[in-house]
């Protein structure tokens, strides 16, 4: 997959708006400020196609990017503390939504900070793309910010909370580039 490529397409606010798939599809599910804009960004190697905010909450849509035939699809985050009740369930509706509908799931990517337990709603996502066997792995964003110790600490925690298989977890910073080369085959053997 040629990244350089990478182009936005186009942004949704409902479902029933998003054209059928026509080409493999890598969505990025994970909480709001976990970092899924910013690794999106560190795949296609530019600063900012993906519009990334430290306000947690800055994607309320659904957008779509495309590299080589291969679409990127930015989903909105959750567990943002100051959203409104509608907010969130507009979210519930858009994602129950997305992954309901009849789609190319290649690869769904979900996003988990490293310095953190996994959360309610953590759990509840990955759960769900278990139970319903998208194929998914879990990047543990933010490596940068822990050491090499702690990351493989938290990392080993982590697998063990979300009880997945560890080679389906991946440690990654968009910062440094960590676990993006890895991302990438991850990518390429999903929607090749
Ligand atoms: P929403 O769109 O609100 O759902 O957030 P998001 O998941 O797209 O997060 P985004 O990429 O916008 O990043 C949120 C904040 O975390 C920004 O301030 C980023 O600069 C920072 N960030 C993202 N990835 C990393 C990383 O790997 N390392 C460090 N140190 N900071 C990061
Ligand atoms: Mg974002």
Known sequence: INYQLAKFVASYGKVSQIPESTCPEVSFVGRSNVGKSSIMNKLFGRKNLVKVSSTPGKTSNINFFEADDVHFVDLPGYGFARRSKAE???????????FDSERSFNLVVSLVDIRHDPSKLDHDMIDYLQGNEFNFIVCLTKADKLSRTQQARQAAAIKKQLNVPAENVIITSSQTGTGIDELKKRIAEACL
């Not at 969130?88 to 997305?98: N, Q, T, Y």
């Open 88 to 98: 969130r369930d507009r979210w519930a509706e858009l994602i129950g939504d997305f």
